[in-house]
């Protein structure tokens, strides 16, 4: 059997629900998080999508389906420190990114403005309970680990600079957990590294690929998305 992983969506549902249809024989899609609209809209997918929260989602509906109100039929919101069954798998979460402001600050008391959504953040709390749920097969988290280098355009005439992107709490979970496989996006980009010991995958966003992996073995295969912005 085939699960389908997606990166960061951002809207673009029609990349989402194109990558869906192309893939019938696909029971089961996961997804790293940034899976909403700029307006704050939710798809409404045609198979089951297990998702985190990236640092780009609507928090206000987040929190409607942390107490239980209905969401899309094939919509699974995977909350921070779970894990749930996917096809057989298991698999955790970790969404949102990191913020050393507010790491040590209880998930239900960071605050939330219109303009200033610390609900974006995962803390130390939901990291704890993250390490408690070993064994796991597919860890998801947005953030990526260390190191994660990305080179920041050129300026004219200099070399390119480069940034550290990636963030210690995820080396310390991938070390706890040992997972079979981690995915993690919020870089929009492609890139294959081990950390940890882990094999671990940075997906790029849903408009230019997506991976299939084998449920059993959790090989994975790159799909290109052709004539899709």
């Known amino acids: 059997m085939l699960i389908g992983a997606a990166g960061d969506i951002h809207g673009n549902f029609e990349a989402l629900y194109r990558a869906m249809r192309r893939h019938p024989d696909v029971p089961y899609w996961i997804c ?3 899976v909403a609209s700029s307006t704050g809209a939710y798809p409404d997918p045609p198979a089951p ?4 929260k990236g640092n780009n989602e609507n928090f206000d509906r987040i929190a409607e389906w942390e107490l239980g109100r209905a969401a899309p039929p094939n919509l699974h ?3 921070n420190g779970t894990a749930v069954d996917v096809g057989g798998l298991t698999v955790a979460g970790l969404g949102g990114t990191y913020a050393p402001t507010w790491y040590d600050t209880p998930a239900a008391a960071l605050p939330h403005t219109p ?3 610390k609900r974006r953040h995962f803390v130390r709390e939901e990291v704890e309970r993250c390490t408690r749920l070993a064994p796991v097969d597919l860890l998801m988290t947005h953030e ?3 190191p994660f280098i990305i080179a920041d355009p050129a300026r004219p005439g200099a070399a390119p600079r480069r940034r550290e992107a990636g963030k210690p709490a995820i080396n310390e979970l991938l070390a706890v957990l040992r997972p079979r496989l981690h995915l993690c996006g919020h870089h929009h980009r492609f890139v294959e590294i081990e950390r940890e010991g ?3 995958v940075c997906i790029d966003r849903i408009n230019r690929s997506y991976l299939l992996l084998d449920a059993a073995t ?3 295969q790159k799909i290109e998305q052709q004539g899709v912005r």
């Open 32 to 34: 790293v998080g940034d």
């Open 49 to 52: 999508l297990y998702w985190i």
């Open 77 to 79: 919101y995977i909350l």
């Open 115 to 117: 303009k200033d959504d």
């Open 144 to 146: 990526a680990p260390r």
């Open 198 to 200: 882990v094999r671990s």
């Open 218 to 220: 959790l090989a994975y």
